[in-house]
């Protein structure tokens, strides 16, 4: 039986219709714990090509998004300026279900594990501290 908190959570969730609302592993299809991939250059290597596929025309090759004259896409080298979250699980939920009203949903065409080897690149363009350190 389900308790009448999460009836009233899943009420409010719908009301407001956010992601940003609902407990970020509450989404259907979303993992609970990172991927170690996501802590793995060898992962971040891979996820580098996938970048370059898949984001660069708006994030450009270096992550920073100067050069969109469109609209602002994130700088993904300074997470300390995003809205949807800086760990490796909001990272992988920004590129699984999209950002905000401009960054698309990828749940389509990449396979999770291919989300997570490009979370790996993305905190390997960011700040030394949160870099991938294994193999
Ligand atoms: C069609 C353009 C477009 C593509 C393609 C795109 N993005 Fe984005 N992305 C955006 C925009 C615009 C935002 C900012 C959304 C906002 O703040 O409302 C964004 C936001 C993000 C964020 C969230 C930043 C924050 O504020 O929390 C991440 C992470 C991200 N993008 C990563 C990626 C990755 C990785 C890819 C490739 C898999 C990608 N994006 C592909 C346009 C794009």
């Known amino acids: 039986m389900r308790s009448r908190y999460s009836q009233i959570a899943t009420i409010l ?10 407990a970020i592993s509450a989404q259907e ?3 609970t714990e990172p991927d170690p991939i996501a ?10 090509s996938f970048y370059l596929i898949n984001c660069q025309q708006c994030h450009d ?5 100067l ?3 469109d609209f602002i896409a994130a700088d993904l080298t300074a997470p ?3 809205y949807y979250g800086t760990t490796p699980l909001h990272i992988f939920r920004s590129i699984k279900f999209g950002a905000g009203l401009e960054m698309p949903p990828f749940e389509d065409t990449l396979e999770d594990e291919t989300i997570w080897q490009i979370v790996a690149h993305v905190l390997n363009i ?4 949160t870099r991938p350190t294994k193999e």
Do not use: V, Y
């Open 13 to 22: 969730a719908l009301l407001f219709g956010s992601a940003h609302l609902t």
């Open 29 to 31: 299809g979303m993992p």
């Open 39 to 48: 802590d793995s250059k060898s992962g971040a290597e891979r996820g580098k």
């Open 61 to 65: 090759a270096d992550g920073r998004a």
């Open 67 to 69: 050069a969109n004259i």
């Open 80 to 82: 300390d300026t995003w």
């Open 126 to 129: 960011g700040p030394e501290e």
